[in-house]
Every structure is written in structure tokens, then in C-alpha cells.
């Protein structure tokens, strides 16, 4: 009988801790008042050193994983990798702009001003061009993906994000009209993958070096699961406690950002599905494939946002919602994966 696969209890009832958080995050707004500018202010050019110190701490322990040696065995099986690619980087970019393009300077004009819906069309561009890093383990277990091959897959897109989230960023939010301020968005990636992934390559080989691979993967690396997600959950509390007053203000936001993000995720899903099936993809490759196209960094999407636009920023807010949404649609399309298996 084969084994019954089950999510983490941290990982399974994300949506309900982040759910909570913002909650807990705008009543705190909302009583602290002014007074919350004490932690907003606390910035090192133009970057909140609470909220910078906890995002490194969701990233790291996401680094820690990576095994870019792994990548010299792609060559034996190129076509899972080249569809991967061409689905993050040549794809999902453009359907997220032209999607949010769509909700947010379109249909939604009437609800949002026109200036502010730059802002919510870059945050969504910054989920967009951030293909998923973490989660996608998870995502690829649920669906009997192919572990080592799912791996090659994140630390090819990982070393990707290195050189061209830059330039994409830049160019769509060039065409979107708002001003990409480079330095900060060099930055951004700089102090939020290249030094996380560096130190995460350097401990990985040290300790592996020195307990072994057993010991790093069973003893080591569980125990920084939950750090990662803390400290995500201490984000999200931060950032609604400084969104609070504009959510309050128009609960209805939440809402009209999550329509387009579903949409684009179920989009990126179906066609990656399906196209990797035309391409004679097998499960354990399609499976994974698919979910990294659909989820997002969203780590690395929030961090950027509130480098780029400021903490209680339209861009932010997206980013953040991303989060809520991500983990029920994913689920579904793990069902749906799971339903689809060949």
C-alpha cells in the first residue's frame, strides 16, 4: 500500500496563519496609530531594518537547500528544464502584467485611482517575475514529484533570478510607466538572494563537510523549517500594522487584488500542465514543473516591493496578498495533479 502524503501542519494551515496575521496585524495598526511609526521609521537608505532583518530570515533557510551541483546532471533530461524556463521567465512575466494591466487600470478605474494603479501593477509584476523557490519541495512531494530533478529545476531558476530579475523587472515596469529606481532594485537582490544564497552555499558545504549529508537533511534543516515560517507570519503582522489605516479605509481592496492572481496562477498552471503533457513530460517532471510556474517567491517579491515602494505601499499590499492566496489555489492544483496523474 502505498504511503498517504500529507502536508506539514505549518505549511497546511498557512492561509489560516496568515489570515490571522493581518488580522492581527491591522488591530494593531489601529490602536498603535501614530505610534507605529516608531518601527516604520527604523530604515538604513530607504530599507526598514525590522522588516529587512526578517525576511533574511525567510530566505536562508530556503538557501540552505539548494545544491547547485545538482545542475550537471541536466544535460540527461533537458526538455523538463527548457519547459520550466520557458514558462518562468519568456511567459509568466508578460501574463502577469498584462493581466494586472487589465484588473487594475481597466476594470478596476472606477475603484482605483489611476496613479495608484501603477503601483498595484508592479506589485503583481514583482510576484510574476519571482519564480517559486521553497514551497515547490512541498508542492513537488504532494504530486510524487521527482525530488533530485525538481531540485536541478529551483537551482537553475534560482541562479536565473541572479542576472535577469533585474532587467525583467525594470523593462515591465518601464512599459507599465513607474519609475524603476535601479540602485535600490540591484540592491534589493543583492542583500536579499545573492548574500542569503551565498551564506546558505557556505554553511550547506561546512556542515555537510563536517556531520555528513544524513545528518544535515534529518536533523539540521528541520530544525530552520520553522524559523522560515515565524518569521514570515512576524512580516505579514508588520506590514498590515502599517497598511492597517488604508485597508480600513477600503476593505474591499483585499478582494479586488486576490481575482487577478488566482486568475494568473490558474493560467500558468493549465498551460504548463498541458504543454508539458504535449511534450511527453513524465509526472514526476510535469508535476513540479507546473507548480513552480504557478507559485511565486513571494519572499523575495515582498522584500523588493517595500525596498522599491515603501512599506505601506500599493506594490506591497500585492505582494502580501499573494501570500494569503497562494496556498489554497496551490492545494487545488496539487488535487488536481494528483487527479490528473499518468
Known sequence: ???????????????LWVALCIGVGILIGHLAGDDISVLSDLEIYNVNLPIAILIWLMIYPMMLQIDFGSIKGVGKAPKGIIWTLIINWLIKPFTMAFFAWIFFDQLYSAYIEPDMAGEYIAGAILLGVAPCTAMVFVWSYLTDGDPNYTLVQVSVNDLIILVAF???????????????????????????????LV????????????NGEEWFKN??????????????LLTLILLFAFQGPNILNNPLIILLIAIPLIIQTYFIFFL??????????????????????????????VAVAIALFGLDSPAALVTVVGVLVEVPVMLHLVSLANKWKY
Not at 515596469?173 to 540592491?187: F, Q
Not at 536533523?219 to 514570515?232: G, M, T
Not at 503533457?277 to 514543473?289: E, F, G, I, Q, T
Open 219 to 232: 536533523q539540521f534543516l528541520p530544525k530552520f523549517k520553522p524559523v522560515s515560517i515565524i518569521a514570515l
Open 199 to 210: 551564506a546558505g552555499i557556505i554553511t550547506n558545504k561546512i556542515l555537510v563537510g563536517k
Open 1 to 15: 500500500m502505498s504511503e498517504t502524503k500529507k502536508i506539514a501542519f505549518f505549511e497546511k494551515y498557512l492561509t
Open 166 to 196: 533585474v532587467p525583467l523587472v525594470g523593462f515591465l515596469l518601464g512599459i507599465t510607466n513607474v519609475t524603476v529606481p535601479y540602485e535600490t532594485l540591484v540592491a534589493s537582490v543583492v542583500i536579499f538572494v545573492v548574500i542569503p
Open 272 to 301: 504548463a500542465w498541458f504543454g508539458g503533457r504535449k511534450l511527453k513530460l513524465r509526472h514526476a517532471v510535469c508535476a513540479p514543473a507546473s507548480m513552480i510556474g504557478a507559485s511565486n517567491f513571494f519572499e523575495l517579491a
